[in-house]
């Protein structure tokens, strides 16, 4: 099983963060010579990294995706057991839970604003999420290589567990519920469940759910996308923590 | 010239804010039946608006959207002139101005948010952005027909204009700035400026700004999507809003 990672954000926070097994890094002779391709050249030198520059023709085969020039073949995005991540020490931290994100410009963008919120980890469902592909890799500009992601079999599994350690479960539900700035998020661990656009958070879920946050909108239009509703609500948790912090 | 808008929500929004002519609506015959198809079909009787049943075949010009079985011909978004917008009465109002974003999957969501949020205008440069077309609308799940567009030749003067009008210029900008939530947005027309994700905003509009803001982050990664990014900023307004009318 190989990955394909393409486009210069994508490979450089790959090479960066060192999670990834590189089998080679193909570069177009006509690539635009930039910082961030410098850097990955660089950097595949130092760490022993085959890279090839080849002719334009020979990444025709990668042209369904928008790699401007650049393609490297990596083993496969590491998941991590719950346990594992739960046997560690928690104070104050954050777990997004997605509920049924199917796609993966979304997902992408979500990884990414999870990794600058600081957010410990992300559980995933196996079933009903699109695949961790090269789509999510590019959309989440190479942030999947900085966060814990957790696969599981069964979310509401996954929430019982979590309710055992004593984490509260927040789920982001548009009807009859609190404002997600009302909500306290400092000193405690939570986990964040977002569902899919349009069936929302599962039933079953949301009668764990500790809380229950809308975002109130100023017009009554459908909804937001899903990604910006998260961003929304972590950063609120980021800044209720920065302001407790001065 | 005509425009296409595909998909359900997107043509569902435009029928809704009667701010389009529909020249014709499509429908595969093989479409799956949903509410929101019949809602189409009603407000299409209702309004005398031509809607066809067709075999699927007749869509495949089509098939470079992702149209699920559903296609309307219409008039263009009509922009409306900055000067139009500034001869109506504001009183903290808000406008988004975009320099420079040229990610149609980008716009659209910022639309969506925009909407969402209760933002008054959105105004866009006629050069360096990208044409709103079928993928803005789409992203957009047909919010761009529910507010106002202003296209300028100039974003600077644009911005010189709105000062004149005692509006107080916010910049989104990475270094050196305030972090976003310790701006009093209320009590003030204001135009927030958002760059273009690699350039961020241009130096004579930095220049005219009476704030600069950041959002903090809490891992050092590059950065947000702009949509996200965008979101955080604009619903800080929102909250900050519906707490002082508490």
């Given amino acids: 099983m190989e990955d394909i990672i393409y486009g210069r954000n994508a490979v450089l926070e790959a090479l960066k963060s060192g999670t990834r097994t590189f089998n080679k890094i193909l570069i177009s002779k006509s690539v635009h010579p930039s910082e961030k391709i410098n850097e990955i050249i ?13 002719a334009k023709e020979n990444l025709s085969k990668y042209d369904e995706y928008n790699h401007q020039g650049i393609i490297a073949l990596v083993s496969p995005i590491k998941f991590i057991e719950l346990e594992d991540f739960l046997s560690k020490e928690h104070q104050n931290s954050r777990i997004v839970m997605l509920d049924g994100i199917e796609d993966g410009q979304n997902l992408g963008s979500i990884i990414r604003t999870c990794v600058c919120a600081g957010v410990d980890a992300i559980i995933i469902p196996e079933r009903r999420t699109c695949p961790i592909n090269s789509t999510v890799e590019k959309a989440s500009a190479g942030a999947i290589n900085h966060i814990d992601i957790i696969k599981v079999n069964s ?92």
């Avoid at 660089?42 to 080849?54: P, R, V």
């Fill in 42 to 54: 660089d950097i595949s030198k130092e760490k022993g990294i085959l890279f090839q520059f080849t």
């Fill in 155 to 246: 979310p509401v599994s996954a929430i019982q567990r979590l309710k055992k350690s004593d984490w509260w479960v927040i789920a982001a539900e548009a009807f009859e519920s609190d404002n997600y700035y009302d909500v306290d998020y400092n000193n405690m661990n939570f986990v964040l469940v977002m569902g899919a656009e349009h069936a929302g958070v599962s039933k079953s879920i949301l009668k764990l759910a500790d809380f229950k946050i809308k975002i109130p909108m100023l017009k009554n239009f459908n909804s937001l996308n899903v990604s910006n509703a998260l961003s929304i609500i972590i950063f609120e948790s980021v800044r209720q923590k920065l302001i407790s912090e001065r």
